[in-house]
């Protein structure tokens, strides 16, 4: 039987480096203190199949897959992921915290790999009948941080090794769409201590939904 507690969809974005998995791990658990329950996940992934066509789009070369093959990619990825987890997790009351969703796409193929928006928004309406979140963090710092970042802990992935140019467009996308949808995206200045963009969160959840994490 579903909860009477409305669950709800809360999605992290950013750059690469940006801190999306440290803050996504410190809000659960602020909101599992608080008698709340949790889901967190990923996207691409989220899913045993959705995991497999995650590998497929992180590994290999930078020009492994065209924009329109990541989209594709991506689009099939997130059916999976929304009707096996996302949307039975909400209907059961579960707060759902999501590492990228649909503004990644927008972004990454969309509007930095030249897919075009429009075409990512009909394809992610028309065909996915896609769940727009209750609140979007955009996590934002500068393009050379967040790769200096990704480099020191060792991690990477085929989209890391697009280059500055690539990522500067992420960058100025994911503003243009946090300026754009104010009311769903909250830019977070994440180029400052964990603690501090941690605070940020928390107000901009107190202010949106009454939780007093």
């Given at each position: 039987?579903?909860?009477?507690?409305?669950?709800?969809?809360?999605?992290?974005?950013?750059?690469?480096?940006?801190?999306?998995?440290?803050?996504?791990?410190?809000?659960?658990?602020?909101l599992e203190a608080v008698g709340?329950?949790?889901?967190?996940?990923?996207?691409?992934?989220?899913?045993?199949?959705?995991?497999?066509?995650?590998?497929?789009?992180?590994?290999?070369?930078?020009?492994?897959?065209?924009?329109?093959?990541?989209?594709?990619?991506?689009?099939?990825?997130?059916?999976?992921?929304?009707?096996?987890?996302?949307?039975?997790?909400?209907?059961?009351?579960?707060?759902?915290?999501?590492?990228?969703?649909?503004?990644?796409?927008?972004?990454?193929?969309?509007?930095?790999?030249?897919?075009?928006?429009?075409?990512?928004?009909?394809?992610?309406?028309?065909?996915?009948?896609?769940?727009?979140?209750?609140?979007?963090?955009?996590?934002?710092?500068?393009?050379?941080?967040?790769?200096?970042?990704?480099?020191?802990?060792?991690?990477?992935?085929?989209?890391?090794?697009?280059?500055?140019?690539?990522?500067?467009?992420?960058?100025?996308?994911?503003?243009?769409?946090?300026?754009?949808?104010?009311?769903?995206?909250?830019?977070?200045?994440?180029?400052?201590?964990?603690?501090?963009?941690?605070?940020?969160?928390?107000?901009?959840?107190?202010?949106?939904?009454?939780?007093?994490?």
């Open positions: 039987m579903a909860s009477t507690s409305p669950g709800r969809f809360v999605t992290f974005e950013g750059g690469e480096g940006a801190g999306k998995s440290t803050q996504i791990a410190r809000l659960a658990a602020r709340l329950r949790v889901l967190r996940t990923r996207e691409p992934g989220g899913t045993e199949e959705a995991e497999a066509i995650r590998r497929l789009l992180l590994e290999g070369r930078a020009e492994r897959w065209t924009p329109t093959a990541e989209l594709l990619l991506v689009a099939a990825a997130r059916a999976e992921h929304l009707a096996r987890v996302i949307e039975p997790a909400l209907e059961a009351g579960v707060w759902v915290l999501c590492d990228r969703y649909l503004d990644s796409t927008r972004v990454y193929q969309g509007l930095a790999g030249g897919v075009g928006l429009e075409r990512v928004d009909r394809l992610q309406r028309e065909v996915l009948d896609f769940r727009l979140p209750d609140l979007t963090i955009l996590l934002d710092l500068p393009v050379e941080v967040g790769l200096a970042r990704r480099r020191a802990a060792g991690a990477g992935s085929r989209f890391e090794r697009k280059g500055p140019a690539f990522h500067a467009r992420v960058r100025e996308g994911f503003r243009m769409l946090a300026a754009a949808e104010p009311e769903r995206i909250a830019l977070v200045d994440a180029d400052r201590p964990l603690e501090e963009i941690e605070a940020a969160i928390l107000a901009l959840l107190r202010a949106r939904f009454g939780i007093d994490a």
